[in-house]
Each structure stands twice: as C-alpha cells, then as structure tokens.
C-alpha cells in the first residue's frame, strides 16, 4: 500500500512533487496534475501519433515509396517524414498530405458533392488524367472533426471520367476524399502523383 504524504505545486501549475511511503521506504517523484493542459496536449498527441502509424500500415503500397523517395532530407523521408509533416494535421483535424509525389506529375483537382442516393457521394475533377493513368480514391470517416475512420480504396482504373460516383458510404457522413494518379493499378503501381484532397457528405 502506498501512503501519499504530501504533495506541491500550487494553483494554476501543471506539475507538483509528492512524498509517499511504501513498506517503510520514502520516495518522492514528480507527476502531472490530472486535468492539466500539458497531460491533455500530450494525450492528443499521442492519440495523433497512434493513428498515423495505424494511417500508414493501412494505405501502404506506393505510399511508402512516395515518401522514402522524397526529396526532403532524412528526417522527412519514410514513415517518420509521414508522421512528422502530419501530426499537427492530425491533431487540428485538417486533411492530411497522404501521398508526395513520386515519379509522376500528374496534378489534380477534384470537388465533392452528395450523390442520389443514400450513401452515395459524387467526385468530379477538373481536368482528365492523362490517357492510361489509373485514378485511386481513398475516403476517411470524420467523426467530431477530427479525421478517425479506417482508410477505404476505391481503385477507379484508368477510364477516368469527369465525375465518378462512389457509394456504399454511411448515409449523411462526412469523409474527406484523396486522390491519387499512377502508372498502373495500385497494387502494381511504381509511380504515384500528390495526393489531391477535398471533403464532403455522402447523401
């Protein structure tokens, strides 16, 4: 049994130190007030942090070669760049840069609206790839404004049309959308572009 005898810091501080006695023997150690701003910035940091390694094992594929391939110097390359250029992102619940470019130079464009049916959601793209490059769509469940829904694939070839509908969605919920283009279907694919992102609800 431990036998808390004291305990310091005053009002408004985040830290204090405190005195306890187990089986005869003294110990002081510093601890975080419960409640304190600095606890809760670590927690939803390492909330964030747990999810982008859970975001990178899960999209995987030419994703990690687009960032092991990087031009950026060697703390932005690999999983550590991907969760180094996304943790802030991840924590304000903005959109992620999911893909950088590797070996392509496609651009895209793309805008969102509900589709015609429930769980039905409408992509559209500025401009057409060019001939022969595949289009592959992720989509990620927000909850609360913050992104915390599984990615989902959605491989849409290389036919691209103006406006692709995607369905099988949950009904009134709001996901964010990426876009990629590769040289081949993505299991296959060796080059990928920057990933293109937009949000919305699915009807």
């Avoid at 392509?104 to 057409?128: D, Q, T, W």
């Avoid at 990615?151 to 964010?176: A, W």
């Avoid at 299991?187 to 699915?202: K, M």
Wanted: hydrophobic share 35%; charged share 25%.
């Amino acid at each position: 049994m431990v036998n808390r005898l004291f305990e310091t810091g005053g009002a408004g501080s985040d830290r204090g130190l405190a005195l306890c006695r187990e089986k005869g023997r003294f110990y002081v150690f510093l601890y975080e007030k419960p409640g304190s701003a600095r606890l809760v910035r670590w927690k939803e940091a390492r909330r964030a942090y747990i999810k982008l390694v859970e975001d990178w094992h899960m999209v995987g594929g030419v994703q990690h070669e687009s960032w092991s391939g990087s031009s950026a110097g060697t703390e932005g390359r690999g999983r550590r760049g991907f969760i180094a250029a996304n943790m802030k992102r991840q924590m304000k619940g903005e959109p992620l840069e999911l893909f950088r470019p590797y070996r392509e130079r496609s651009v895209l464009r793309i805008e969102s609206g509900p589709g015609s049916r429930p769980g039905e959601m409408a992509i559209s793209f500025a401009e057409r790839l060019p001939r022969g490059k595949h289009l592959t769509l992720f989509t990620q469940r927000i909850n609360g404004c913050i992104a915390s829904g599984l990615f989902l694939r959605h491989d849409c070839g290389d036919d691209q049309k103006s406006c692709i509908m995607l369905d099988g969605l949950e009904p009134g919920t709001e996901y964010y959308i990426y876009a990629v283009a590769s040289d081949r279907a993505y299991d296959e694919a060796t080059s990928v572009s920057a990933s293109a992102v937009c949000r919305g609800f699915a009807a």
